[in-house]
């Protein structure tokens, strides 16, 4: 059995450890109550807009050009890994590794084969994730939560965006994981470009010839080359908003379980000392004892 002091020490740096433990679990508490408000409030105008944004491609005039609800062959995919700079939470940031190295051997083997698939990766819990897999990242954003603003998140998504228009991509995928609630976060990809278009009739009465008629003011082509970019941007600060509650619920979670693995680990390391003590002190009277009867004869 460990002697005492050894036990002892244990037992303070296990203490010391679950003090740093209850204190992130606190600050992250905090955070993700900030965070929480902000994903809740955008989420429902961001859904809304992307309905409509999907609604009016949908019924686009074929005079139109919509540049960015084309649906052309995936020929050459951009992969949009979205995670924290910092660990311990759990398997938030390898979940997203795990779903982006996933896609390149399932959804778009075609194209990883052909080096026709890029990765951009946000955090730098991806770019070293990324790299530890053996997977070439084509970018990197590691000061990207250093300003964290929509100004700032929204330039990366209109780079993105130019690329898709300029034909270097033929799909935008996005990993991230979206926030649910403080213990539970959905490991999630979805398609950032194209616009994925929706029926028309989606959600109305099913009536024959039924369909979504939109008043445009201005002209549905300014429409489609103003609005149309700004739903994008904010459909991509959602995600990014959705990583950041997502983050810092996980973390509270993996702290307060790390918290009470110390208060759990503290009682067996007391039993034990405890333990050690008793068999110390029964040793000792053995010794007495022993010594006295020696004396005796």
Known sequence: MANLKDIRTRIASVKSTQQVTSAMKMVSAAKLRKAQDAILKLRPYAEKLNEILSN???????????????????????????????GLCGGFNSNVVKRTAELLTTSFIEQAKKNKVDVIAIGKKAVDGLKSKGIKITKEHLDFYDQMNYEHVSNIAQSIMDHYV?????????????????????????????????????????????RLAYIFEPTMQEIVSDVIPQSLKIQFFKAVLDSVAAEHGARMTAMHKATDN????????????????????????????????????
Not at 274 to 295: D, F, W
């Open 56 to 86: 009016v491609c949908n019924n686009l005039s074929s005079d139109v050009v919509n540049k960015y609800a084309d649906r052309k062959i995936k020929d050459k995919i951009l992969i949009v890994a979205i995670t924290s700079n910092r």
């Open 166 to 210: 300029n034909g270097d991509y033929d799909h935008v995928e996005l990993v991230y994981n979206q926030f649910k609630n403080a213990a539970v976060q959905n490991l999630t990809n979805e398609q950032f470009l194209p616009v994925a278009l929706v029926s028309s009739n989606e959600g109305l009465p099913k009536k024959k010839g039924y």
């Open 262 to 297: 110390a208060f759990d680990l503290i009682k067996d390391l007391k039993l034990n000392y405890n333990k050690a003590r008793q068999a110390s002190i029964t040793n000792e009277i053995l010794e007495i004892v022993s010594g006295a009867n020696a004396m005796k004869n």
